[in-house]
Nanobody
Framework: QLQLVESGGGLVQPGGSLRLSCTASGFTLARYNIGWFRQAPGKEREGVSCISSSGSTTDYADSVKGRFAISRDNAKNTVYLQMNSLKPEDTAVYYC?????????????????WGQGTQVTVSS
C-alpha cells in the first residue's frame, strides 16, 4: 500500500529546532521529487520546500529560506526537513507529498500523494 508518513512534529519554543521526517512505503521514493507543505488554521496550504529525486536540487519559500533545510536519504526511503530558528508563524500542520521527477516546484496540484501531516506548534 502506497503511503507517506510524516513524523517529528511537536511543541517547541521560539528560536528552537525540529526535524521532520517523511517516510515512504509501497513505492520507491528515489524516483520522485518530494515537497513539504504546511497549513495553518484558517489559511491555505502553502509550499515550504522541495527536493529533486537525486537530492541535488532544493528550493525554499522565502519565508523559510536560511532557516529550513531539506534533505533525503533514498536508501532509507526518507526525506527530512530540518527547521531551525522557529517562529510562532511557522505553527502549522506540515505535510510531505510526492510529484513526478519531471516536475520541480511547489504547485499543489502537481503532487499526487500526500501524507497525513504532523503538527508543529511554536509557542512560549
Amino acid at each position: 500500500q502506497l503511503q507517506l508518513v510524516e513524523s517529528g512534529g511537536g511543541l517547541v519554543q521560539p528560536g528552537g529546532s525540529l526535524r521532520l521526517s517523511c517516510t515512504a512505503s509501497g513505492f520507491t521514493l528515489a524516483r520522485y521529487n518530494i515537497g513539504w507543505f504546511r497549513q495553518a488554521p484558517g489559511k491555505e496550504r502553502e509550499g515550504v520546500s522541495c527536493i529533486s529525486s537525486s537530492g541535488s536540487t532544493t528550493d525554499y519559500a522565502d519565508s523559510v529560506k536560511g532557516r529550513f533545510a531539506i534533505s533525503r536519504d533514498n536508501a532509507k526511503n526518507t526525506v527530512y526537513l530540518q527547521m531551525n530558528s522557529l517562529k510562532p508563524e511557522d505553527t502549522a500542520v506540515y505535510y510531505c507529498a510526492r510529484t513526478s521527477k519531471f516536475y520541480y516546484g511547489l504547485a499543489r496540484q502537481a503532487y499526487d500523494y500526500w501524507g497525513q501531516g504532523t503538527q508543529v506548534t511554536v509557542s512560549s
